[in-house]
């Protein structure tokens, strides 16, 4: 059972946005940087934003970032096709001392 | 360009070890730990643990101590993870990822990751 909690799954039409949730508590997401990683079908896991919402060089400016408290979000806009796959939000946790990675949220474009 | 190559899928009995191997290329291997992560058929990731390429300093998730080992080699740019007393629920895809930017190994950046290797435990 993950402590960062996202929805399981989110959807939307091309073109569209769609925005992914990830709860945590003090001692992760309260108090550490946030990451966000795209797990597409048959690939390695890929950064997708650092430290809330920094985007790496080569990450189009339609996946953004954002951390309120002890919550986060990455929003999609624009959505295509590749888009789909598995997201997940990470955080260190200073109680566990250790990485928490959320449940994933399988995303669909339909 | 920074690349992390993981070595081939393995099949082990119950009770069996199982030692997978990342090697490093595009950068100074010292410079950055490794961690591990793993991810189980249906289920999300889970950290395993990370070291410290520059001395060898270990980090391991609660739930993994005394049953994984993990070693690095700057002189092959190579790091190794061990995970021994494999059970059934061990069956998982491992990844090893470039940890630690900016010396910061307390946070959950990981870039980039291996390929992953299938490690398959069946009687």
């Known amino acids: 059972q993950s402590v960062l909690t996202q929805p399981p799954s989110a959807s939307g039409t091309p073109g569209q946005g769609v925005t992914i949730s990830c709860s945590g508590s003090?001692?992760?997401?309260?108090?550490?940087?946030v990451y966000w990683y795209q797990h597409l079908p048959g690939t390695a896991p890929k950064l997708l934003i650092y430290?809330?919402?920094q985007r790496p060089s080569g990450v189009p400016d339609r996946f953004s970032g954002s951390k309120f408290g002890t919550s986060a979000s990455l929003a999609i806009s624009g959505l295509r096709s590749e888009d789909e796959g598995d997201y997940y939000c990470a955080a260190w946790d200073v109680s566990l001392t250790g990485v928490l990675f959320g449940g994933g949220t399988k995303l669909t474009v339909l | 360009q920074v690349q992390l190559v993981q070595s081939g899928p393995e099949v082990k009995m119950p009770g069996a070890s199982v030692k997978v191997s990342c090697t490093a290329s595009g950068y100074r291997f010292s410079d950055y730990g490794i961690s591990w992560v793993r991810q189980a058929p249906g289920q999300g990731l889970e950290w395993l643990g990370w070291i410290s390429t520059y001395n060898g300093n270990t980090h391991y998730a609660r739930k993994f101590q005394g049953r994984v080992a993990l070693t690095a080699y700057p002189s092959t740019s190579t790091a190794y993870m061990e995970l021994r007393s494999l059970r059934s629920d061990d069956t998982a895809a491992y990844f090893c990822a470039r940890h630690c930017t900016g010396g910061d190994c307390a946070s959950a950046w990981f870039d980039p990751w291996g390929q992953g290797t299938l490690v398959t435990v069946s009687s």
């Open positions: 003090s001692s992760n997401i309260g108090n550490k940087y």
């Open positions: 430290r809330n919402n």
